[in-house]
């Protein structure tokens, strides 16, 4: 994937379940699971051509992800009031 569709994680507030995170230095992407409050680190799971292996996962703490990790930029809508 091209690093044109990631940005860097710079608030904990932009990782949510299911966003793509993809490694700084590697082409592999993976897909964020939940935060594990008893481990202290969010599950990441492989993501290959859009499929989630749910079988194998890593566990990786917040600073560890803002460091060595970018996540997929998502536009959002904005609601006019």
């Given at each position: 994937?091209?690093?044109?569709?990631f940005?860097?994680?710079?608030?904990?507030?932009?990782?949510?379940?299911?966003a793509?995170?993809?490694?700084k230095?590697?082409?592999?992407?993976?897909?964020?699971?939940?935060?594990?409050?008893?481990?202290?680190?969010?599950?990441?799971?492989?993501?290959?051509?859009?499929?989630?292996?749910?079988?194998f996962?890593?566990?990786?703490?917040?600073?560890?992800?803002?460091?060595?990790?970018?996540?997929?930029?998502?536009?959002q809508?904005?609601?006019?009031a």
């Amino acid at each position: 994937m091209k690093n044109n569709n990631f940005e860097t994680i710079s608030d904990a507030y932009q990782l949510v379940s299911g966003a793509k995170i993809k490694g700084k230095k590697h082409d592999e992407v993976f897909e964020l699971g939940a935060y594990d409050a008893l481990k202290r680190g969010y599950i990441l799971y492989p993501l290959e051509h859009g499929v989630k292996f749910d079988d194998f996962s890593v566990m990786i703490s917040e600073k560890e992800l803002k460091n060595n990790f970018l996540i997929e930029a998502v536009k959002q809508n904005a609601i006019a009031a």
